[in-house]
């Protein structure tokens, strides 16, 4: 069982921000010791990704706002991709189960050379999509929300959001990596929403 099934039902859902605010744009910092402070911004990061409209796979902290190496992942399979083949990465096999699980300070300690081109979209970017090559798998470094230090061979939709996710903590968005005909389709998008962004800033 997942610690946030404990303290969900308590946990505020977090604004998330978007295209155009500084956070998105910075290098965040390490988490240091894992505090109650950490751990609630872990369960209110959870409770943000799975109520928003529509429920992320995951959300890293400077997507609400906060410059710190925080992650939470939810790629479990649906019923939709039940005809897939089971996740069998050591990754996949361990964390699946915990979640959503929270990750400190994650790390991508090396990537296949094998790589996979995928549609992404992302919660700080509404209506944006683009296609986006990335290594197939990927080695993980992170801490769990426990202390646990663990190191793991990620594959599938896991390795992608991994690092989608981690991309965030050093202020890299997934259409920055997509095609030059993608990213001029998201452009006028881009663009409301930084100007949105930067109304709500000046309040
Ligand atoms: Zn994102």
């Known amino acids: 069982m997942s610690i946030f099934d404990i303290f969900t039902k308590n946990a505020r859902k977090m604004r998330i921000v978007r295209n155009g605010n500084q956070s998105l744009r910075s290098i965040s ?36 706002g906060v410059n710190l190496r925080l992650i939470v992942v939810d790629t479990r399979p649906d019923g939709k991709s039940s005809r897939k083949k089971p996740p069998t990465s050591p990754g996949e096999m361990m964390l699946n189960p915990l979640m959503p699980v929270a990750l400190v ?16 979209g992302c919660l700080s970017l509404p209506g944006v999509e683009g296609e986006v090559t990335r290594p197939k798998k990927v080695l993980l470094k992170a801490q769990l929300i426990s202390g646990e230090q663990v190191m793991l061979e990620c594959d599938g939709l896991l390795a992608r959001c991994l690092q989608h996710e981690i991309d965030h903590l050093n202020g890299i968005l997934f259409i920055d990596r997509a095609s030059e005909e993608d990213r001029q389709v998201a452009k006028p998008i881009m663009d409301e929403m930084a100007n949105e962004e930067a109304r709500l800033a000046g309040k």
Do not use: F, H, W
């Not at 300070?105 to 992404?120: F, G, R």
């Open 29 to 64: 910092m390490p988490v240091g010791a894992i505090t109650d402070d950490v751990k609630a911004l872990a369960q209110r990061m959870t409770v943000t990704m799975k109520e928003n409209d529509v429920p992320g796979v995951g959300l890293a902290a400077p997507q609400v």
């Open 105 to 120: 300070n994650p790390e991508i300690i090396s990537s296949s050379k094998e790589t996979e081109c995928a549609c992404e």
